[in-house]
């Protein structure tokens, strides 16, 4: 397993708007820095630069993500790596009996999701597609705590790699579906993702501290429930926050969201697994 073993400079974070929300904030680890700021990919019409959630934290969070013996969520991915060497299902095997190291899933999340066969896919799908098509076993629920370890686990081997998810050729229909999601109204308070995202960032609603919404940390930890959440969690979150009915964890709706989301972030680090409020 990529381990995190840090030190860090973090500059002051200021907290009045969006011009002077973190972004000065460094995360250097183990003489290695983190991409926590770039220029915005192309594709994006109204952010010149995009942060990682982590610029957005207090220090004491911060400090959390900077060595993993405090990092709560490898609690969870030692659970997982338990999970990796369990045999299940009827065909009698294990995620190890064909994958020889969990290490090998290096540069995974960073292009996920992608699409296959002329279809969308996520790491959850990628993961429950191998437990009933090659282990005979019970797919995941798809935020369940099994499966958040396991996305966590494997999408961990990627820290520190920068984010490319393809948004051209075969993808380009869902990463419009997910664009126009992302901008569209819901609720009944009326507002979209970039209400918050992309209008707000910086800028502080109640005791938070709006950040982009970047999807390079997850699955991460949040310090409000405890445990590993993913992506699509987040989205339902969000969504519920609105007093809007939420797609279902794992639709083609938030699939095409999360490919959006997610290419939003195109040079950010991975950090999973990051911590957040």
Same mark, same amino acid.
């Given at each position: 397993?990529?381990?995190?073993?840090?030190?860090?400079?973090?500059?002051?974070?200021?907290?009045?708007?969006?011009?002077?929300?973190?972004? +000065?904030?460094?995360?250097? *680890? &183990? %003489?290695?820095?983190?991409?926590?700021? $770039?220029?915005?990919? !192309?594709?994006? @019409?109204?952010?010149?630069?995009?942060?990682?959630?982590?610029?957005?934290?207090?220090?004491?969070?911060?400090?959390?993500?900077?060595?993993?013996?405090?990092?709560?969520?490898?609690?969870?991915?030692?659970?997982?790596? +338990?999970?990796?060497?369990? *045999? &299940? %299902?009827?065909?009698?095997?294990?995620? $190890?009996?064909?994958? !020889?190291?969990? @290490?090998?899933?290096?540069?995974?999340?960073?292009?996920?999701?992608?699409?296959?066969?002329?279809?969308?896919?996520?790491?959850?799908?990628?993961?429950?597609?191998?437990?009933?098509?090659?282990?005979?076993?019970?797919?995941?629920?798809?935020?369940?705590? &099994?499966?958040?370890?396991?996305?966590?686990?494997?999408?961990?081997?990627?820290?520190?790699?920068?984010?490319?998810?393809?948004?051209?050729?075969?993808?380009?229909?869902?990463?419009?579906?997910?664009?126009?999601?992302?901008?569209?109204?819901?609720?009944?308070?009326?507002?979209?993702?970039?209400?918050?995202?992309?209008?707000?960032?910086?800028?502080?609603?109640?005791?938070?501290?709006?950040?982009?919404?970047?999807?390079?940390?997850?699955?991460?930890?949040?310090?409000?429930?405890?445990?590993?959440?993913?992506?699509?969690?987040?989205?339902?979150?969000?969504?519920?926050?609105?007093?809007?009915?939420?797609?279902?964890?794992?639709?083609?709706?938030?699939?095409?969201?999360?490919?959006?989301?997610?290419?939003?972030?195109?040079?950010?680090?991975?950090?999973?697994?990051?911590?957040?409020?």
């Amino acid at each position: 397993m990529r381990t995190l073993l840090a030190s860090v400079g973090i500059a002051a974070l200021a907290l009045s708007g969006a011009a002077s929300a973190g972004e +000065d904030a460094v995360l250097s *680890v &183990d %003489g290695e820095v983190f991409v926590t700021e $770039a220029a915005a990919p !192309d594709h994006l @019409e109204n952010v010149d630069t995009i942060y990682s959630g982590w610029v957005f934290r207090t220090d004491e969070t911060q400090e959390l993500q900077l060595d993993d013996f405090d990092n709560p969520s490898f609690i969870f991915l030692d659970q997982a790596l +338990d999970t990796w060497e369990t *045999v &299940d %299902g009827s065909e009698g095997k294990s995620c $190890a009996s064909c994958h !020889d190291d969990v @290490e090998d899933f290096a540069g995974l999340k960073s292009t996920l999701p992608r699409v296959e066969n002329g279809e969308l896919v996520t790491l959850t799908n990628l993961v429950n597609e191998c437990r009933t098509e090659r282990m005979g076993a019970e797919a995941w629920k798809y935020s369940g705590a &099994d499966m958040s370890a396991m996305t966590a686990l494997i999408a961990h081997q990627s820290r520190g790699m920068a984010m490319s998810v393809a948004i051209d050729g075969d993808a380009a229909p869902f990463f419009e579906k997910g664009k126009e999601l992302y901008y569209t109204r819901v609720g009944q308070l009326d507002m979209a993702c970039a209400n918050c995202h992309e209008d707000n960032y910086g800028n502080m609603i109640r005791a938070d501290h709006l950040s982009q919404g970047q999807t390079n940390g997850f699955p991460l930890y949040r310090l409000k429930n405890a445990k590993i959440n993913t992506t699509h969690g987040r989205f339902k979150g969000c969504m519920s926050n609105i007093r809007a009915t939420p797609f279902k964890e794992g639709s083609p709706e938030f699939k095409a969201l999360e490919l959006y989301v997610a290419s939003r972030g195109n040079g950010l680090s991975v950090e999973t697994p990051a911590v957040r409020n």
